[in-house]
């Protein structure tokens, strides 16, 4: 299974649709293990363009700082779900968390 986060500085990106890199962790659900993780550059900011790539690259779950409301539904219509108001930590830090049942989030970043 693959998790994506966006990230500035190498953490969680805050603002889903404006961050610099997506990490995509693999990850085994049976063990809660991160396996593997491809950092790839975010394509440049287009409405709607994210959930089609990020289904592409194979993500099931994103795990996310602040995403409007818009960008959540499209995500769904690929099959990703989507977690909102996660902190600011590494990527492996959150998917272990998610994995475990343990990621705790907060209010959603993002307004719109």
């Known amino acids: 299974m693959k998790i994506a986060v966006p990230l500035a500085e190498g953490r969680l990106a805050l ?8 990490a995509l962790l693999d990850v085994d659900p049976s063990t809660g293990t991160v396996t593997g993780r491809v950092d ?8 709607g363009l994210l959930p089609p790539w990020l289904a592409e690259k ?7 700082g602040g ?6 539904n499209l ?5 990703i779900e ?7 930590e590494t990527p492996e830090t959150l998917a272990r968390s ?3 049942g343990t990621l705790s989030l907060g209010e959603n970043a993002c307004d719109h």
């Open 75 to 79: 995500f769904k219509n690929q099959g």
């Open 82 to 88: 989507v977690l909102v108001g996660a902190p600011r």
């Open 67 to 72: 995403m409007g409301q818009r960008a959540q």
């Open 58 to 64: 194979g993500a099931r779950v994103v795990i996310a």
């Open 98 to 100: 998610y994995l475990q």
């Open 40 to 47: 790839l550059p975010a394509p440049p900011h287009q409405p």
């Open 15 to 22: 603002h889903f649709g404006h961050c610099e890199t997506f």
